[in-house]
């Protein structure tokens, strides 16, 4: 039983740093959009970007591994608590906004790789909104976890 939470303290706080990089990235995006013309800044912000998205995407990575262990560890592990029961129609529901919120993130990382293409981002207000998106979604998620509501 020991085992499981370390397992699950390990993978909140991988989630945590993961969840980092979803919320900072659009924000470089917006700074992006509003240094248009300074260049030494638009370097340095695609720079910081690039490390994050790479730094979230290491994180992700062992958040899922360590949730596939959460999931499916009772088969492997003795004495492992297992979240597949009846009534877990949370989990659906949480790796379904799980996915959408890695979509959300693998989004941003396709506009931060197209800049340096040379293509256009939207607007700096456009992004601000789209900045607020994950947010929702996690709220989503972790009532979900919490409450068990299914």
């Known amino acids: 039983m020991q085992s499981y939470f370390w397992v699950k303290t390990f993978h909140l706080v991988f989630v945590v740093a993961w969840m980092a990089a979803v919320f900072y990235l659009p924000r470089i995006l917006v700074n992006i959009a509003e240094a248009s013309g300074q260049v030494a800044v638009v370097e ?82 456009a992004l601000r909104w789209f900045n607020e998106l994950p947010l929702v979604l996690f709220i989503a998620i972790v009532y979900l976890v919490l409450a068990k509501p299914f």
């Open 44 to 125: 340095r912000l695609q720079l910081m970007g690039r490390r994050l998205y790479r730094f979230g995407h290491v994180m992700f990575g062992i958040a899922f591994v360590l949730g596939l262990v959460l999931w499916l560890g009772y088969r492997v592990l003795p004495d492992f608590p297992t979240m597949v029961a009846m009534g877990s129609g949370w989990l659906h529901a949480k790796l379904g906004l799980m996915a959408l919120l890695f979509v959300y993130y693998i989004f941003t990382g396709r506009w931060l790789k197209g800049i340096a293409k040379g293509r256009a981002l939207p607007s700096a207000r």
